[in-house]
């Protein structure tokens, strides 16, 4: 089955500052590969997916890149601000079956 | 999007009792899962929950432990079992409205004493 590794498990970053949170994947299979992003106390919200025939996608400050050879992906936040901080996920599954979770990454943006 | 509710919020039960967590959304969906995240950790499959018929469990969970029904599209339910304080997690149920996007109820806190 699937298995999804997340780094680093924990990342500060000054406020202003990029911060980039990479995951791997073992199934070749697998061609959904979403991230959440859950703030304490609350559920996991989806904030950005990316599908396995697009290398890069982009929404404002957040974009998600795929490399489907090496299986990565990643996650990049420009110009954190405070409110960015939070647990991230990422997960990949096969369209319309589970997705499987990385163990998550905190991420602690400083004023 | 969906609308998503799981009842109860949170409960905390007495070993050796069992718990019923429903999950109603307000749109037929045809993926539904649930998933237990224990304190400080990631989100664990425990099974997905199959319309009409019985649903599929990960490896290290049971149906004895963990009984799910799934009577229609829009509503299932996850029963925790003769339960002990390692059950204490939250627990969510899942949706996919297409082949791709899942979205989250917003969980339920379950604490065992």
């Known amino acids: 089955g699937e298995n999804v590794e997340q780094h680093p498990s924990t990342l500060s970053v000054q406020e202003g500052d990029s911060a980039v949170i990479k995951c791997t994947y073992s199934?070749?299979?697998?061609?959904?590969f979403p991230w959440y992003k859950q703030e304490l106390g609350k559920r996991p919200q989806l904030i950005i997916d990316?599908?396995?025939?697009?290398g890069e996608k982009k929404d404002q400050r957040i974009a998600v890149t795929l490399n489907k050879t090496a299986k990565h992906f990643s996650l990049h936040i420009t110009e954190t601000q405070p409110e960015d901080s939070a647990v991230y996920f990422c997960?990949?599954?096969?369209?319309?079956?589970?997705?499987?979770f990385g163990k998550g990454t905190t991420l602690s943006v400083s004023s | 999007s969906a609308v998503i509710s799981q009842k109860p919020s949170r409960d905390i039960c007495q070993r050796g009792t069992s718990l019923t967590i429903q999950c109603q959304v307000d749109?037929?969906?045809?993926?539904m899962f649930w998933y237990r995240q224990q304190p400080g950790q990631s989100l664990t499959l425990i099974a997905t929950?199959?319309?009409?018929?019985?649903?599929?469990?990960e490896s290290g969970f049971v149906i004895d432990k963990f009984p799910i029904s799934r009577p229609n599209l829009t509503f299932s339910t996850l029963t925790v079992s003769n339960m002990s304080p390692e059950d204490s997690s939250i627990y969510l149920c899942?949706?996919?409205?297409?082949?791709?996007?899942?979205?989250f109820g917003p969980g339920t806190r379950l604490t065992v004493t």
């Open positions: 997960a990949a599954n096969q369209a319309g079956t589970a997705l499987i």
């Open positions: 199934d070749s299979a697998s061609n959904y």
């Open positions: 990316i599908r396995s025939n697009v």
């Open positions: 749109s037929q969906v045809t993926m």
């Open positions: 929950a199959n319309q009409g018929s019985e649903a599929t469990y």
């Open positions: 899942s949706l996919g409205t297409s082949a791709y996007e899942q979205y």
